[in-house]
T-cell receptor, first 110, second 115 residues
């Protein structure tokens, strides 16, 4: 069974600092890895999707890396802003489902 | 474009009652799924469907039923509510199988409390 872990569970940084969020998974036989953002009381919004054959994906200030052999992914958010405050979840995809981590709750202080 | 719409947003049930959480998508997606989110545990898959008339169990299916009579709708039925089913429920849809590499779209969630 795939186990997905996100450390730390919570993170607080001053505005402008770069954010580094970690995700680890136990089974390297994955189709892809996705990073989501969840705002309080809201659903999940897909941020980045990395296929198993890829090493990284970038979108604006966001960059996600994937190392299948070590079972790790890292989400980097450059020059954080208060609007980046949210919970970030990673999810590993197999054939028909996503296995989610519990998330990292980020607070960016103005 | 509404995306994925879930109703109701909030519901309180008594133990033993039954109810249906509604989910509709307007993107003509074949794949739809239901997850529940509990504190500290991430999202867990309850049931999923790969097309109209086809459903299958996920990780935590006990106590829930689903059906898929149309491409647009995928209701989740709680047969006899239990306090352990207190959770936030999310419906999701995507063009193809949820783990196979297409962007997955989530509804805004349904908060269910069973007392």
């Amino acid at each position: 069974k795939q186990e997905v872990t996100q450390i730390p569970a919570a993170l607080s940084v001053p505005e402008g600092e770069n954010l580094v969020l970690n995700c680890s998974f136990t089974d390297s036989a994955i189709y892809n890895l996705q990073w989501f953002r969840q705002d309080p009381g809201k659903g999940l919004t897909s941020l980045l999707l990395i296929q198993s054959s890829q090493r990284e994906q970038t979108s604006g200030r966001l960059n996600a890396s994937l190392d299948k052999s070590s079972g790790r992914s890292t989400l980097y958010i450059a020059a954080s802003q208060p609007g980046d405050s949210a919970t970030y979840l990673c999810a590993v995809g197999n054939d028909y489902k996503l296995s989610f981590g519990a998330g990292t709750t980020v607070t960016v202080r103005a | 474009n509404a995306g994925v719409t879930q109703t109701p947003k909030f519901q309180v049930l008594k133990t033993g009652q039954s109810m249906t959480l509604q989910c509709a998508q307007d993107m003509n997606h074949e794949y739809m799924s239901w997850y529940r989110q509990d504190p500290g545990m991430g999202l867990r898959l309850i049931h999923y469907s790969v097309g109209a008339g086809i459903t299958d169990q996920g990780e935590v299916p006990n106590g829930y039923n689903v059906s898929r009579s149309t491409t647009e709708d995928f209701p989740l039925r709680l047969l006899s509510a239990a306090p352990s089913q207190t959770s936030v429920y999310f419906c999701a849809s995507s063009y193809s199988r949820g783990g196979a590499g297409n962007t997955i779209y989530f509804g805004e969630g349904s908060w269910l409390t069973v007392v």
